[in-house]
């Protein structure tokens, strides 16, 4: 199940975090284009294999110890085809080497569009009468503005294939209490929200206590968290705004439950792009993505304790 398996990585490796592959070609080290740019030139088809190089040297430092990782789908469509084929090739590299991948595409629709984006990303695509894979990740983050409409239909994916997903509830961005902190009814939005994934993730439990339907809850707003966390204690956060967008590792502890599980925080420029920090042109890149990886690990985890 796919819950199940974010939860026995966490325990495993004793790192409750998640690295954001969100390349850009800034991010990528000289070192890694240099040849790449002869032979191809300034193209996207060798923007796009730089890109692959730099996702594979990450993973290869990080997967044994960082148990997901988190591609934002938008950095990949910015290169085309070439770019949605490197996502697709990320995705499954990662789950090679046992790694739980959330696509953060924040999606939805209604009807079948909502299917399409649902079947893409967590389940199969039919081609004459035959199932098939396409993007095929462990969990999709999703936006629950369209209501119930745009929710079913990767609720649905979820029962069938074992997917997760990670509805938006209290996102990390300055600006989210324009709609999300509204009263509706007398409650906030975003309390609303976690209200109806309660009920959205009703048949949908694993074994390790924790919901397949879990919920994105911005480090950036911990008193918010406390309040979604009471509400949802069997979903899990995807947690962003750590690190880069101003969040400290105490920002974060009220997204945990008592148990020491129940969320996952993200980190991406802060791990893609830590060879930035260590003066050697990017050359170690590998390693100083494992190095701030593991100081990212060992904060979180002496503010949860």
Request: proline residues 4%; negative net charge.
């Amino acid at each position: 199940m796919s819950i199940q398996k974010l939860v026995e990585n966490i325990k495993a490796k004793g790192n409750p975090t998640v690295a954001g592959l969100d390349a850009r070609l800034e991010y990528i080290p000289d070192c890694l284009t240099e040849d790449l740019r002869k032979e191809y030139g300034n193209t996207l088809e060798g923007a796009a294999n730089a890109m692959l190089r730099f996702n594979f040297g990450l993973i290869d430092a990080l997967y044994d110890i960082v148990p997901a990782i988190k591609p934002q789908a938008a950095y990949y469509e910015l290169l085309g085809p070439t770019g949605t084929r490197v996502l697709r090739a990320t995705i499954r590299y990662a789950q090679e080497k046992g790694m739980y991948v959330i696509a953060d595409i924040k999606r939805n629709d209604i009807g079948a569009t909502a299917s399409a984006y649902a079947e893409a990303y967590l389940g199969r695509t039919m081609v004459w009468g035959e199932e098939l894979p396409v993007f095929d990740c462990d969990a999709a983050t999703v936006n629950a503005y369209l209501g119930t409409d745009g929710i079913e239909p990767f609720l649905k994916e979820c029962r069938a294939h074992e997917k997760g997903i990670y509805v938006l509830v209290k996102t990390s961005n300055p600006s989210s209490g324009e709609f999300q902190n509204r009263d509706m009814e007398g409650k906030p939005l975003f309390v609303r929200v976690a209200e109806k994934i309660q009920a959205w993730g009703e048949g949908l439990d694993t074994p390790c206590g924790y919901n397949q339907v879990g919920a994105v809850v911005g480090a950036t707003y911990p008193e918010e968290q406390k309040i979604v966390r009471q509400l949802i204690p069997k979903s899990y956060f995807l947690v962003p705004g750590y690190g880069a967008q101003g969040a400290t590792a105490k920002d974060i502890a009220n997204a945990f439950n008592d148990d020491g599980l129940g969320a996952i925080v993200n980190s991406s420029r802060g791990i893609m792009c830590a060879w930035k920090k260590t003066g050697n042109d990017g050359r170690d890149y590998q390693e100083a993505a494992r190095a701030e990886a593991i100081r990212m690990r060992d904060d979180i985890v002496s503010a949860i304790k």
